[in-house]
């Protein structure tokens, strides 16, 4: 990679670079929390984005705090699906378990909810922040690798990311790979030993944040590898290829080392550990994958502007609106192409252009998909990896995070190359160009946000909940409903676990992970009581013969279960009816739930 556009000027000095880093990172961060306003106003009772994946991160976010003070496995537990427990790990993005050892102190001083919403702010401006960081190393105009850090961190993919997966939109390290990479075999100013160890660093980092990151993180390294190897092929750069190829074997050696050191344990437990996931892929081949009409066309209502027509198109992509970050709108389109047929011969452009297609082509998936239909005809080269390890557990259409990080890269190179062309009206053309670009993918206001629906009983602090302590002492079981059935204005039991400080066990959760046969679900281990527990929330009665009843109690005692608590949900008065007559008595009806002490 070579820079672009001012290749012989002077560098701008170390003291303009921090100022510019430091003012970029506070703009970001400015930014993000006047995004999020409508949540900050009452942050402990709101949180950013929809309801459901965010109250399991939120359990996750409390549990690894419990832990880290309580000085037990984070990654192993039984406070829920008690009392086999389940491995965390398995849990992917729903459990970023790096953020929450960094948020402890806020998640102990001010709760799981407040501390959620605090990693998914920072974690929009702090890759915005590293996108920034590795574009000015290509530019020298500050407010161009600032728009281009604004593309990679506030871009579709991030934003799509941020209704409710808050571990896939912290992209920082993709970023920092990006600066290593380029220092370890373009510019070569960094030892290949210390560059393998920060990688690996790096690589840890991201495992305990998301480990499908880690996995297409490798395939981009990989790819752009490849990709500058045969530009210096076609370009006959002097390259000393063994010379490079001892770099690469250091820096890989060390990463692998520094890799293996800190998540030795961490990777035990994903292939070796309990409650692990052995039937592959997770989900099927292809199932999120990116939608041709995406490009230009914005999901749902995640973009500002949008309209009715749009929207109903939009509902075709597959996991629209999460998973449909494959928007660019068609300005940044037009200035993409614009810029590599106009700078083609400028390695950067070249380069950036050819990282972006290749990753688009991957997140595409096995066959051309558009308007949600999957074509038979039209099949594309990530096909290939149906039946490879790892590769097919990947939600492609994710990678479009790397999308955004090149269109990012593009945007600031033209931004810049017209800011010092010497054609007549070169400036203001793509001050207007780029200003409609970045207006198409300018996010909605107010943010989507989701109200914590908490019972008073699981609310530390109140009488309610003192009565339920006294009820349910400190580790004891409680079998709590709602489980797994997540309905709007009613929350349920992993959320409300988490806001009480995790005082109690259920056998009740809500993490993918493995099942007895080693297949994902969300789900206990199969036995009477869930059995009954998953039809009241269908609404269907349980069997409620003598024998059946039988059965459930003996459960109930041999988990030593203390007490049962109906919140609010759907169909509950037939959950109340049926615990009443299956433990012979009256519940307790205080803090906003039915109680039936066992113990």
């Known amino acids: 990679?070579?820079?672009?556009?001012?290749?012989?000027?002077?560098?701008?000095?170390?003291?303009?670079?921090?100022?510019?880093?430091?003012?970029?990172?506070?703009?970001?961060?400015?930014?993000?929390?006047?995004?999020f306003a409508n949540v900050w106003t009452s942050p402990t009772s709101r949180w950013i984005g929809v309801d459901g994946d965010p109250d399991s991160t939120i359990w996750s976010i409390e549990w690894t705090a419990y832990a880290l003070i309580h000085h037990v496995d984070p990654f192993v537990t039984n406070y829920i699906f008690y009392p086999s427990g389940t491995n965390i790990l398995w849990a992917n993005a729903d459990a970023p378990i790096a953020l929450a050892w960094a948020a402890t102190p806020i998640t102990l001083a001010f709760g799981p909810i407040v501390a959620y919403n605090l990693l998914q702010t920072l974690a929009l401006s702090l890759s915005a922040w590293a996108g920034f960081l590795a574009i000015r190393r290509y530019v020298t105009l500050a407010p161009a690798a600032l728009i281009g850090g604004l593309v990679y961190g506030f871009g579709p993919y991030a934003m799509a990311q941020a209704y409710g997966h808050m571990a896939l939109t912290l992209g920082v390290v993709p970023p920092m790979l990006l600066i290593l990479i380029d220092r370890l075999v373009v510019r070569r100013d960094l030892s290949p030993l210390l560059a393998?160890?920060?990688?690996?660093?790096?690589?840890?980092?991201?495992?305990?944040?998301?480990?499908?990151?880690?996995?297409?993180?490798?395939?981009?390294?990989?790819?752009?590898?490849?990709?500058?190897?045969?530009l210096a092929l076609i370009w006959r750069w002097q390259v000393s290829w063994r010379d490079m190829a001892r770099r690469l074997a250091v820096a890989?050696?060390?990463?692998?080392?520094?890799?293996?050191?800190?998540?030795?344990?961490?990777?035990?437990l994903l292939f070796a550990g309990p409650a692990r996931i052995t039937h592959e892929p997770i989900r099927a081949f292809g199932t999120y994958v990116t939608d041709v009409f995406n490009l230009v066309i914005p999901p749902d209502a995640i973009h500002l502007i949008h309209n009715a027509w749009t929207a109903d198109l939009s509902k075709a992509f597959p996991g629209s609106p999460v998973?449909?970050?494959?928007?660019?709108?068609?300005?940044?389109?037009?200035?993409?192409?614009?810029?590599?047929?106009?700078?083609?011969?400028?390695?950067?452009?070249?380069?950036?252009?050819?990282?972006?297609?290749?990753?688009?082509?991957?997140?595409?998936?096995?066959?051309?998909?558009?308007?949600?239909?999957?074509?038979?005809?039209?099949?594309?080269?990530?096909?290939?990896?149906?039946?490879?390890?790892?590769?097919?557990?990947?939600?492609?259409?994710?990678?479009?995070?790397?999308?955004?990080?090149?269109?990012?890269?593009?945007?600031a190179f033209f931004i810049e190359a017209s800011w010092r062309s010497r054609v007549r009206f070169a400036r203001p053309a793509a001050a207007i160009s780029t200003a409609a670009s970045l207006a198409l993918l300018f996010p909605s206001v107010p943010w989507v946000s989701s109200t914590a629906h908490v019972p008073t009983i699981f609310q530390p602090g109140t009488d309610a909940n003192r009565y339920f302590q006294s009820v349910v002492p400190q580790g004891s079981v409680a079998v709590v409903l709602p489980s797994g059935d997540i309905k709007a204005g009613t929350g349920y039991a992993v959320l409300w676990q988490a806001v009480d400080g995790m005082k109690f066990r259920m056998p009740e959760g809500d993490l993918v992970h493995g099942d007895s046969n080693g297949v994902a679900t969300n789900d206990p281990l199969p036995s009477p009581l869930w059995t009954a527990i998953s039809q009241l929330q269908s609404g269907t009665p349980p069997a409620s013969s003598p024998a059946d009843f039988d059965e459930v109690r003996a459960q109930l005692k041999a988990f030593g279960v203390r007490a049962v608590v109906v919140g609010p949900m759907d169909n509950q008065q037939l959950a109340v009816e049926y615990f009443s007559r299956l433990l012979d008595q009256t519940p307790t009806q205080t803090g906003g739930v039915y109680v039936w002490p066992t113990g």
């Not at 068609?330 to 614009?338: D, H, T």
């Open 1 to 35: 990679m070579v820079e672009a556009a001012a290749a012989t000027e002077r560098r701008p000095s170390t003291a303009r670079l921090l100022s510019a880093a430091s003012a970029a990172f506070i703009a970001y961060t400015a930014l993000t929390f006047a995004l």
């Open 196 to 230: 393998g160890e920060l990688a690996g660093l790096l690589v840890a980092f991201q495992l305990l944040v998301s480990e499908e990151l880690v996995v297409t993180e490798a395939i981009v390294a990989v790819l752009g590898l490849g990709v500058l190897a045969l």
């Open 252 to 268: 890989g050696v060390a990463a692998a080392a520094v890799f293996a050191i800190l998540a030795a344990y961490p990777v035990y």
């Open 323 to 411: 998973e449909s970050g494959g928007y660019l709108g068609i300005g940044l389109v037009a200035i993409i192409v614009f810029t590599t047929l106009r700078w083609w011969r400028i390695p950067l452009v070249v380069f950036s252009a050819a990282m972006l297609a290749a990753i688009l082509l991957i997140s595409l998936g096995p066959a051309l998909t558009h308007e949600g239909h999957q074509s038979t005809h039209i099949l594309l080269p990530w096909r290939l990896a149906r039946n490879m390890p790892l590769l097919n557990e990947i939600l492609v259409e994710r990678m479009t995070l790397y999308v955004d990080l090149f269109a990012g890269l593009l945007l």
